[in-house]
């Protein structure tokens, strides 16, 4: 892991609570995509709302951590309202029946790393811009779901910012220390507009240069965060 800031003030104890961006944090999102994008765009072909090129699978992974009415205006630039909001559809649709066949994988380490910081009493969230039944589904599916809190979505809260949907958070569970956990300048921008201490993921492997910069600590596997929290508390 690597440090960005002075911390003594920041990292000053273990935090109560540990705040999740879910794709390119928990979740590999790529092990799930590349059969989705390709289902999405045979689709809109078939039914004529989108005829051009496929695009290429990377400007939608590129896209990931922004609200999806943002993604399909990067992704499809020439597509009309009709065909982003039908791909929309299709991404939940087609993301839920390969989840349920067993498609898509966590980050190694996920697992037993949270199950560690669940073990110690921190409490455990998810905050996604993504929609609400994908950001419940994935770690329900994976076998996680049972070690967070609560799972907060841009879908279900319709915020326009992540760093909406992590105050609507803070504010609704009384935490008063926490850390956000995650991949995107987003996560990046939501951790330090609501004054956490942010822990930036560089193992996505599709982020673009400068995406974390602004966190105060980076690991590059996500197994380092318990090494990072001993640290925390020996700081105390």
Request: with cysteine; glycine share 12%; charged share 30%.
């Amino acid at each position: 892991m690597t440090y960005t800031h002075e911390l003594d003030k920041k990292l000053a104890g273990a935090p109560e609570a540990m705040l999740f961006d879910l794709d390119g944090t928990l979740f590999r999102t790529e092990s799930l995509l590349e059969t989705v994008h390709r289902r999405v765009f045979e689709t809109l072909r078939e039914e004529g709302l989108y005829t051009a090129p496929e695009p290429p699978i990377e400007r939608l992974l590129g896209s990931l951590g922004m609200l999806l009415e943002h993604i399909w205006m990067r992704v499809m630039p020439d597509g009309s309202p009709e065909a982003h909001a039908r791909a929309n559809d299709l991404l939940l649709r087609y993301e839920l029946e390969e989840l349920e066949a067993g498609i898509g994988d966590l980050y190694e380490g996920v697992p037993e790393t949270l199950q560690a910081l669940h073990d110690r009493g921190i409490r455990l969230f998810v905050a996604s811009n993504g929609l609400e039944s994908y950001v419940k589904e994935v770690p329900r599916l994976r076998g996680i779901g049972h070690l967070f809190e609560g799972f907060y979505s841009a879908g279900e809260y319709e915020t326009a910012t992540k760093a909406d949907l992590v105050k609507i958070l803070l504010g609704k569970h009384g935490i008063r220390s926490a850390w956000m956990v995650g991949d995107r300048s987003s996560d990046v921008e939501a951790g330090n507009r609501n004054g956490l201490f942010v822990v930036g993921c560089d193992y996505a492997g599709f982020r673009r240069e400068g995406e974390l910069d602004g966190s105060d600590a980076v690991i590059h596997r996500f197994s380092e965060l318990l090494g990072l929290l001993e640290e925390a508390a020996g700081k105390k």
